[in-house]
């Protein structure tokens, strides 16, 4: 059993509860055997996975599903209201609920205000996980990789939410996992970078060996350092690829954006209709 799993065990209180009427060694009993069916087939811990819509996140939900150890019940987005898109990566609305649909799971988002402070996200984060503990769900999952302060910050606002944080694919090598994820067919495209670390003609092309190749000294391949943000529009993740073209490119708040756009418009009424579903 990995370590993370081990966390996301019934909190004792909950067992006592359900076992008040029994002798407190019959309890125990029920206890351990609740333990070690936790992750033989059934009452596996359920979790959120907070989704950005990119490859990280994308990649994080496929390896929770092969390790089976948890159950995945949703995806967790933050949503601009103002310009109904994710924030940072600026992916719209209709194609974030098309991935949910093909991932097969209910869409969790969070309007957040535009502009938004600090003090209005952690009220609205907080809302949402308050939301998810009365719903049973154990834990939240996070595609980080290496950025301590990132992860200690998950760690401190999910403290007292009765959530535990949980970080599948923390200390990979982001070399050997970039080229995890293209053996595997996930394919990502550059929607958002900073020019101060990568040039602005990289923005709206897809990930690829050849493209990495391309990339200045220094630059994490899977970006982790904020140097550039994805939209995944297929991998082993989905039931079937989000058909997509690219749209304009700009440069706002100091980031190049790159939009991703439907790939026709009979696509676009078929991300419409997916979107109405999802509602």
Known sequence: MCPFAVKL???WLKIKKICRKVSQKKATGIAKKIRRSQFGGYLKPKVLLSWSSGKDSAWTLHVLRQKNEVEVVG?????NEQFQRVAMHGTRRDLVRAQARAAALPLWEIPLPWPCSNEEYELAMGRACAQAEQQGIAGM????????DVRKY???RL???GLQPIFPVWGEDTKKLI???LNAGLRARIVCLDPKRLPEHFA?????RELLAQFPPGIDPCGENGEFHTFVYTGPMFSAAIPIQSG???TRDSFVFADVVPSTREDQNQLSQLSQALA
Not at 75 to 79: A, D, H, N, Q, R
Not at 141 to 148: H, I, N, T
């Open 9 to 11: 065990l019934i909190p």
């Open 75 to 79: 995806l967790l987005t933050t949503m």
């Open 141 to 148: 999952a996070f595609g980080d990789l290496f950025l301590e």
């Open 154 to 156: 998950r760690e401190d």
């Open 159 to 161: 403290k007292g939410t």
């Open 179 to 181: 080229e995890e994820m």
């Open 204 to 208: 709206g092309q897809d990930i690829s």
């Open 248 to 250: 304009v490119v700009v």
